[in-house]
Antibody
Framework: QVTLKESGPGILQPSQTLSLTCTFS??????????VGWIRQPSGKGLEWLAN???????YYNPSLKNRLTISKDTSNNQAFLKITNVDTADTATYYC???????????WGQGVMVTVSS | DIQMTQSPSSLSASLGDRVTITCRAS??????LSWFQQKPGKSPRLMIY???NLEDGVPSRFSGSRSGSDYSLTISSLESEDTAIYYC?????????FGAGTKLELK
């Protein structure tokens, strides 16, 4: 059974760095063809893809966030991470992590973690 | 970036109706198109991948199709549990891009 759970700081101030953790079970990020992605959703708005990391450590980012994103993984501990630097109120959202298989992206999702950026 | 133009933005239909939601891709994405269902307060759920493939556990009243650059999600006979927001996603090229969503309500 595949499960994912996001964790984060809850609230942070503008200009700080947001660090998110996705802890998962039921699959391994060292398995050929597996990946984890991060997606966010401001309250009442649509979904925005942020980044993907693959089993071979290949990484892809949404350029709209202008090099503020860093995705990484800890295969031994079944975790994936996302850092967003220099946050702004526009980064207030629910952040999700999700699995990516070779043919079906984002087939399993975490419950999401709410992040508020406020001074 | 590839733009996914989703329509309609909202839709009101009656139980038993046939419902169709469409996404148009601004560039060729082949069949790299998925559909997600999101209910209030819940995470999105994958419904269709590869434009036409039904994810395991999804009711057979849901189907996906493609005509050129237009991709459609169809519910053959609407049930009350289908009220949700539906999003398309292209995953052919980075950045992956979602449609703006379609809010499906009961009339």
């Amino acid at each position: 059974q595949v499960t994912l759970k996001e964790s984060g700081p809850g609230i942070l101030q503008p200009s700080q760095t947001l660090s998110l953790t996705c802890t998962f079970s039921g699959f391994s990020l060292s398995t050929y063809g597996m990946g984890v992605g991060w997606i966010r959703q401001p309250s009442g708005k649509g979904l925005e893809w942020l980044a993907n990391i693959w089993w071979d450590d290949d990484k892809y980012y949404n350029p709209s966030l202008k090099n503020r994103l860093t995705i990484s993984k800890d295969t031994s501990n079944n975790q994936a991470f996302l850092k967003i630097t220099n946050v702004d109120t526009a980064d207030t959202a629910t952040y999700y992590c999700a699995t990516i298989a070779a043919i079906s992206p984002f087939d399993y999702w975490g419950q999401g973690v709410m992040v508020t950026v406020s001074s | 970036d590839i733009q996914m133009t989703q329509s309609p933005s909202s839709l009101s239909a009656s139980l038993g109706d046939r419902v169709t939601i469409t996404c148009r891709a601004s560039q060729d994405i082949g069949n790299y198109l998925s559909w997600f269902q999101q209910k209030p307060g819940k995470s999105p759920r994958l419904m269709i991948y590869g434009a036409t493939n039904l994810e395991d556990g999804v009711p057979s009243r849901f189907s996906g199709s493609r005509s050129g650059s237009d991709y459609s999600l169809t519910i053959s006979s609407l049930e009350s549990e289908d009220t949700a927001i539906y999003y398309c996603l292209q995953y052919d090229k980075y950045p992956n891009t979602f449609g703006a969503g379609t809010k499906l309500e009961l009339k």
